[in-house]
């Protein structure tokens, strides 16, 4: 987390450094255009909310973290802002939970795909799916629903940070669990999702990394009462209210 | 306005109209990364204002186009998505108020100045001011503070479209009546500005121009009469309630 010439100390600088990176992304190759428009979008939504993990956020990062240990084949799907923002915590999380990394693009092409592939080999990943593409997501256009078979078409929870309305409704009627980190609780992924995470990226890929490896040596019925009784209603309630009022 | 597929009856016409523009703007240089991450956090703004103009900030808009016709020499400052978004609006509303048009950027290239320019140009514009670039507004860094000394530096009023919070405080305090368009009422430009547009750049600059030409007979007794009284932070403090509450 230093690869800006600014003191972890300054006042502003996680904002510098998402900046830098997403800047960085788009040199590499791996940030879209509309990539930027929605980064863009979630620094609103993140300032109304006083840049903040809010304590109904922390419970579904730890339900997240909960469903990707016991998964049968969890996958962490990743777009060019994601791995623009976040490598290193999506890798980490990756190792934590034994979860697949698949690159999965809204508007995918082969070159963004192998960029972000290799940025992802850069930062110590080993195994990245997307690049096969030889299955299809029912319900979507053809370059939007490519999946690789041994990847996110055969997880059985997949997590979504920032994923397009449709591409998460398609993913949850195929019957996966879907969890969706989004920072508009009034946007159509996130109300589809399992689990919605109203959070920036930055904070909730190292906090779902945190539980999980706090629940590491948790039994499957342990796990289970994690999950339990969670009411994604109450997340999308609370942040929605934090963003209209200000308060918590 | 019809240089997309889509008829103007579509929902979301706007919207594509806007993107279609936006991704136009980066392919011609226009449209800088920061842009349209500006964009973005516009969107999110403009989607919580519910995608309206609200009565306080139609009046905002009136009292905008007196200061435009009551100055001794109005400018309006063009940045890279204004010249994507809203060309042709741009030029009208110069037209409608005598107004000079000059490009100044926050992230100024010698480059992006003249793609801008030429944009402009194709659009019917006759005069663009901001390649001369002879004089520097006080207080800010060299690059940024680049102005033209027959444009923004001599101009009395200037109506600056999502321009960023240092610089809409050094023209502030050269003493120019500043006009500020800008989603975002808790954002500082807007805070500065004489006359605060919480408003959509799209819905905005159509309405001044209307409001120009039903105040264009006006004497100047009568356009003072439409600037006099005029709060800004009434206008500051309904767009924010709007975007915190949904309502009016």
């Known amino acids: 987390m230093s690869d800006i010439e600014v003191p972890e100390s300054h006042p502003r600088y996680q904002s510098l450094l998402t900046r830098h990176r997403i800047e960085d992304g788009v040199e590499k190759g791996i940030t879209s255009p509309q990539g930027l428009i929605a980064q863009g979008r979630g620094e609103a939504f993140d300032y109304l909310l006083g840049e903040r993990t809010l304590p109904s956020v922390d419970r579904a990062e730890r339900v997240a973290a909960a469903h990707l240990l016991r998964a049968r084949h969890p996958v962490l799907s990743v777009n060019g802002n994601v791995a623009a923002l976040v490598p290193d915590e999506l ?30 080999r850069e ?45 998460a409704q398609a993913l949850a009627e195929m019957g996966k669990t879907e969890l969706v980190i989004d920072l508009n609780p009034l946007s159509r992924s996130p109300q ?57």
Do not use: M
């Open 192 to 248: 589809t999702a399992a689990v919605p995470i109203i959070d920036n990226v930055i904070r909730a890929l190292p906090n779902i990394t945190t539980h999980a490896r706090d629940l590491a040596d948790a039994s499957s019925d342990q796990l289970d009462d994690v999950i339990a009784g969670f009411d994604p209603e109450t997340v999308l309630t609370e942040t929605e209210r934090a963003i209209r009022t200000g308060g918590d």
């Open 123 to 167: 930062h110590g990943a080993c195994e990245v799916k997307g690049t096969t593409a030889d299955e299809r997501i029912p319900g979507l256009d053809h370059e939007r629903a490519k999946v690789d078979a041994d990847g996110i078409y055969d997880a059985d929870v997949v997590l979504v940070p920032l994923e397009d309305g449709d591409r």
């Open 91 to 120: 890798i980490t999380l990756a190792e934590a939970t034994g979860a697949d990394l698949e690159v999965n693009l809204f508007n995918r092409t082969e070159e963004r795909i192998h960029a972000i592939v290799d940025h992802l």
